[in-house]
């Protein structure tokens, strides 16, 4: 019989981290998934591999185990090429939920929690069970289930570890997706990882296609990415070591993060924030290399309470909704304005991207 209640479960993890009674948790799991026929899966929006990896691990999870049905539910857009070729060549079952569409099946929250701004959950809405490894929101505990591994680089991993508990062998498509999910997650300069996420990422190589992952990894690029990396730099301002990039409006949301990406491989940069306008919203992605500068504490001080922001130490993302395209300028002047403030310390002028072979 369980007798620890979700909160003493909850500072289980945090404290004791990998030392958790896992007997105890998989026995509240089992319970909970019993009660119920049929799930809806839903990671965060836009998902990334990490949140689509751990959606198609737990789908696996429910079908083969429990003999479950489960569907995995979308927000936004699925843009960037690597995710697009990772959903097709995985064959990973994956539907777009549309703006005003309603869930009535029990959700399970994946990479994301309610409260974030960051799922499609509307703020009366708490999800039956959590798996995530970002700070924790108060309103969680209120979920029957939630597991959040502050410890665990990746969701993905979390759910692979289950997959253990359970003695389910992933099949190969479920494999190579949870492994590209921990890998994009955590390897990489200024990523954060878990020695859990490496042992994840060996135990799971034994399992994966490596063609298929070679293929996820190199997609052929359309010609719009290249359209959106010029405009990246021909709209970036350089103070210092901070790289300030303006997308203005964007088709595919994945470029916000993308372009991030590519600007911090800088040798110059060490921090970088990108704007880009998508849907009546401005989306924000920020990276951070600098140890004084903790992303996702950061982008939430510089967004404040113009909208939701979050994310890792070394990476993050933000939304801010706006009424009409005329409130574009004014939020665009705050957040360079707040940004400058916070990483600077002051107001300084930049210098265009593009420009900087005049001043070596």
Known sequence: MITLNKNELYLRYIHEFQRVDMDEIVEELIRIISEYDDFAIIP??????????SAYGMHFLLNKHFQKKSTIYFGGVIG???????IDILDIPIVNLADDEQVTKPIILMDTQPGTGNNPLSKDTIPLMIFDHHPKHKVSTRSKFFDIRLNYGSTSSIIYHYLQELKLKPTVNVATALYYGVQTDVVGEGRKAHKVDFKTLEELSKHINREKLYSIENPKLPFDYYIHVNKGMENSVIYDDYVLSSLGEIKNPDYIGEIADFLIRFNKAYIVLVMGIYNKSMLLSFRSQRKRIDAGFTLRKIVGTLGSAGGHSSNAGGRIYFDTPDDIPRISKKIIMKSLKIIQGKITTGIPFLSLSDYF
């Not at 965060?44 to 990896?53: K, L, M, S, T, V």
């Not at 960037?80 to 990772?86: F, I, S, T």
């Open 44 to 53: 965060h929006y836009n998902p990334d591999p990490d949140a689509i990896g």
């Open 80 to 86: 960037r090429a690597e995710n697009k070729m990772m």
